[in-house]
């Protein structure tokens, strides 16, 4: 099947090892990927602050580059969320554009789901992990996958070190950390408690932009805490990305 890898803004800034992580996994299961190259931001950061006509513009582009494709799959649930969910409300007023941004959506996959609701992937029996892990539950993610598939998928030799409070918020939320820092800070701060405590040093975040916000967070506390994707530890246990330095 021919599959258009949507690598999403802060995964091709930040982390592009993840999208090559995504597409290397994608193509050892099967997929011929491909890459849009005209494809830009979804529209999520103008659609929460309010800007629903720019982030309408940005939606109905990304119906016209993603066309044809059977599958768009993205690292981000986020990213994800916004296509699937946000998309088509934005685009109704407009049939044809809400009909696209409907077939869009379907379309539209989070990796981790991809692999194992398209691709029917037993991800837990791929997947190698070195060390003790503990894990971070992104909130956007809960419209694409529970806490429990999450948990489920990191349960390989032995069950992910629980944090004391799985389900809590880093405290990101795109510009609820510009608006109100102090507040933000806070919820970091709880977050990483809890992280630190499960005795783990490696943490799975799938989302960048939790991953940005845990990673600058933990350097400035001086914790000695890892962060990595799924799709990064899953190509290297397949073979197909070399363990990253330091790991």
């Known amino acids: 099947m021919d599959v258009a890898l949507f690598v999403t803004c802060l995964t091709d800034t930040f982390f592009p090892r993840v999208g090559l992580a995504v597409v290397r996994v994608l193509r050892h299961f099967g997929c011929r990927v491909r890459f849009p190259s005209g494809q830009t931001c979804c529209g999520q950061p103008a659609y929460n602050s309010g800007f629903h006509a720019e982030a309408a513009a940005l939606i109905r582009r990304m119906t016209t580059l993603f066309a044809g ?35 869009l959506a379907a379309r539209t996959h989070e990796f981790t789901t991809f692999l194992r609701d398209v691709l029917h992937v037993d991800v837990a029996a791929h997947l ?42 880093c405290g990101f939320g795109g510009l609820f950390a510009v608006d109100l820092p102090e507040v933000s800070t806070a919820m970091l701060s709880d977050k990483l408690d809890s ?50 330095a330091g790991a």
């Open 195 to 244: 992280l630190a405590a499960s005795g783990a040093r490696l943490v799975i975040s799938n989302e960048g932009a939790c991953t940005l916000q845990l990673e600058g967070g933990a350097h400035r506390r001086g914790l000695p805490l890892r962060f990595r994707h799924i799709a990064e530890l899953l190509a290297e246990s397949l073979g197909l990305l070399p363990a990253e």
């Open 128 to 169: 190698r992990l070195s060390e003790p892990a503990t894990y971070h539950y992104p909130c956007h993610a809960r419209a694409e996958y529970d806490l429990a598939d999450l948990r489920g998928w990191l349960t390989t030799t032995a069950a992910p070190a629980e944090p004391a409070h799985p389900d809590l918020c």
């Open 69 to 103: 494709y059977d599958h768009v799959v993205t690292p981000s649930a986020s990213c994800a969320t916004m296509v699937k969910r946000h998309g088509p409300e934005l685009l109704a007023a407009d049939p044809a554009a809400h009909a696209a941004a409907l077939d």
